[in-house]
């Protein structure tokens, strides 16, 4: 899998990463399957959960969506049948301009590609392809226990309504030759610190069967 077929998916994830502030401090968490994997990935059990099984066949769900306006994007990405998003979690606790999410996005086999390369190159071909982006794009190289996996840091600008909205994205790249797996986090940048140990716990989570 080449670097810019990677960012093409990926993209799509962050593109999805308005949203946000609430309270974590979440004691418990429920484990998710992630469609189209062996993976699962534990979540505040706090948070609400949006697949597009969910979607397409709750009419109570689609009622809820109807109901949070702010969501209805998400939802809407999610709806096509061959979607690369296969999961999207909120902390949709308190109001605000933004709701705190994160998504798991397939993007196909590695291709061979090492997570040392990708960190090489993805900050510069995010900045290059993705436009939103503002300021230094971070990676690094870091071990999960479901294995390497590339961390990447950026600000983004998001437009929604005639407004603008500064968001922070964290994302880990987890290359796998089945399935490459990306959980992309967002968050308003004044709560990315104090949401950051739940991040990490989130992508520490990640899980795959035989």
Not at 196 to 203: C, D, L, P, Q
């Given at each position: 899998?080449?670097?810019?077929?990677?960012?093409?998916?990926?993209?799509a994830?962050?593109?999805?990463?308005?949203?946000?502030?609430?309270?974590?401090?979440?004691?418990?968490?429920?484990?998710?399957?992630i469609?189209?994997?062996?993976?699962?990935?534990a979540?505040p059990?706090?948070?609400?959960?949006l697949?597009?099984?969910?979607?397409?066949?709750?009419?109570?769900?689609?009622?809820?969506?109807?109901q949070?306006?702010?969501?209805?994007?998400?939802?809407?990405?999610?709806?096509?049948?061959?979607?690369?998003?296969?999961?999207?979690?909120?902390?949709?606790?308190?109001?605000?301009?933004?709701?705190?999410?994160?998504?798991?996005?397939?993007?196909?086999?590695s291709?061979g590609?090492?997570?040392?390369?990708?960190?090489?190159?993805?900050?510069?071909?995010?900045?290059?392809?993705?436009?939103?982006?503002r300021?230094p794009?971070?990676?690094?190289?870091?071990?999960?226990?479901?294995g390497?996996?590339?961390?990447?840091?950026?600000?983004?600008?998001?437009?929604?309504?005639g407004?603008?909205?500064?968001?922070?994205?964290?994302?880990?790249?987890?290359?796998?030759?089945?399935?490459?797996?990306?959980?992309?986090?967002?968050t308003?940048?004044?709560e990315?610190a104090?949401?950051?140990a739940?991040?990490?716990?989130?992508?520490?989570?990640?899980?795959?069967?035989?």
């Amino acid at each position: 899998m080449a670097v810019t077929r990677l960012l093409a998916v990926v993209v799509a994830a962050a593109s999805v990463g308005m949203a946000v502030a609430a309270p974590v401090g979440a004691a418990t968490t429920t484990r998710y399957a992630i469609p189209g994997t062996s993976a699962t990935i534990a979540v505040p059990a706090s948070w609400t959960a949006l697949e597009r099984r969910t979607l397409t066949n709750s009419a109570a769900f689609r009622r809820f969506i109807d109901q949070n306006p702010a969501l209805q994007p998400f939802a809407q990405q999610m709806a096509g049948a061959n979607s690369p998003i296969k999961l999207m979690v909120f902390d949709v606790r308190a109001g605000g301009r933004f709701v705190t999410n994160a998504n798991v996005v397939l993007s196909g086999p590695s291709g061979g590609l090492t997570p040392s390369r990708a960190a090489a190159v993805y900050g510069r071909e995010l900045r290059a392809q993705l436009s939103v982006v503002r300021g230094p794009v971070t990676t690094s190289v870091v071990r999960l226990p479901s294995g390497p996996a590339v961390r990447a840091s950026y600000k983004a600008n998001y437009t929604s309504n005639g407004r603008t909205f500064t968001v922070q994205t964290i994302q880990y790249l987890v290359l796998r030759r089945d399935n490459t797996v990306v959980v992309t986090f967002s968050t308003a940048p004044a709560e990315a610190a104090r949401r950051n140990a739940v991040f990490t716990a989130m992508a520490r989570s990640l899980r795959f069967g035989a």
